[in-house]
């Protein structure tokens, strides 16, 4: 995804970034609201607000009840997130929901659990509890360190939980088993935004925790639903990339469908997974491989998690 770069967590971050972001956070500009590492904070329906930087996207509601912010960031970015949401209001920061446990999304959980409760689903708060491993069950693989215990989210919901806040009725709904076993979904209607974290990215191909419980299946399960459930004109925001509409959404599912189809074949006609590799089965849909998620990695994860759900 961000070649060349050292990584935190699943996120490259350039080398340059790693050794500012200690100093003194910067003001957002005038002009465009961006400061210099890169958050960019943009008005984009309602009293719903978007964050870009180097980790995974921030969306911010806002409102005379306070701001409720979903992810964080990762950690060493904190005091530039927080110069960003200075830039959007003043109001004081009342919640954090965390759509997975992945550090590039809930790396400020310990500096901003100082300022607001954090909501996350409850086999997050297991899972920063526990760590483990993180990976797609072969090439792609991370050991997950233990949270520290302020970073631990304070209110944890197993299907859905609904904030009434900011003349929203901000829904965040768990879809198992998806790109791990405790994503959130994030829909403010009245804004019609929606906030999709790692079930939906534009880097190409996704990756799927296999080792953190997520699945093939579980994705498109997670899609479809989204789908069915919001406006055709609803604004999506992904884990990672530009704001989004529904054709790209569509586009994007009608790719999970296909690869996971051709591995489902190749599995039912005996095929090993080197032969699948040999044969280039995902070859079709090449423009999706990248540094981060290969087109081997993805076909690993495909023939992992299908062999997993047999």
């Known amino acids: 995804m961000y070649p060349n770069f050292p990584m935190i967590g699943h996120l490259r971050i350039p080398i340059l970034t790693l050794l500012v972001v200690s100093s003194v956070a910067c003001e957002a500009t005038a002009q465009d609201n961006t400061n210099k590492y890169g958050m960019k904070a943009s008005p984009l329906a309602g009293t719903v607000y978007v964050i870009e930087g180097a980790g995974g996207n921030i969306t911010v509601s806002v409102g005379e009840d306070g701001v409720v912010m979903v992810d964080d960031e990762v950690g060493p970015l904190v005091e530039q997130t927080m110069a960003a949401l200075r830039g959007i209001s003043d109001k004081p920061l009342k919640f954090v929901i965390s759509t997975h446990y992945h550090d590039d999304h809930t790396g400020g959980n310990a500096y901003f659990q100082k300022l607001a409760t954090i909501i996350a689903q409850e086999n997050v708060r297991r899972r920063m509890k526990s760590g483990g491993i993180s990976g797609n069950g072969s090439s792609v693989h991370e050991e997950v360190k233990l949270a520290a215990p302020e970073a631990l989210p304070r209110i944890t919901f197993n299907d859905e939980v609904v904030l009434h806040l900011n003349g929203e009725d901000i ?53 479809e639903k989204v789908i069915a459930r919001v406006p055709p004109d609803v604004k999506i925001i992904p884990g990672h990339g530009p704001v989004s509409t529904i054709a790209h959404l569509g586009a994007y599912l009608e790719m999970l469908k ?7 074949t190749a599995l039912a006609g005996g095929k090993t997974l080197d032969q699948m590799k040999r044969a280039r089965i995902l070859g079709s849909w090449k423009k999706y491989s990248g540094d981060f998620v290969s087109e081997d990695a993805f076909l690993e994860t495909l023939y992992n998690s299908l062999r997993k759900s047999n």
């Open 258 to 264: 296909a690869t996971r189809n051709a591995v489902s």
């Open 171 to 223: 829904r965040v709904v768990h879809f198992p088993a998806a790109h791990t076993d405790g994503d959130a979904v994030v829909f403010f209607p009245r804004a019609n935004v929606v906030h999709m974290g790692d079930i939906f990215v534009t880097y190409g191909f996704p990756f799927i925790d296999i080792d953190s419980g997520g699945s093939i299946d579980g994705m498109i399960d997670a899609v």
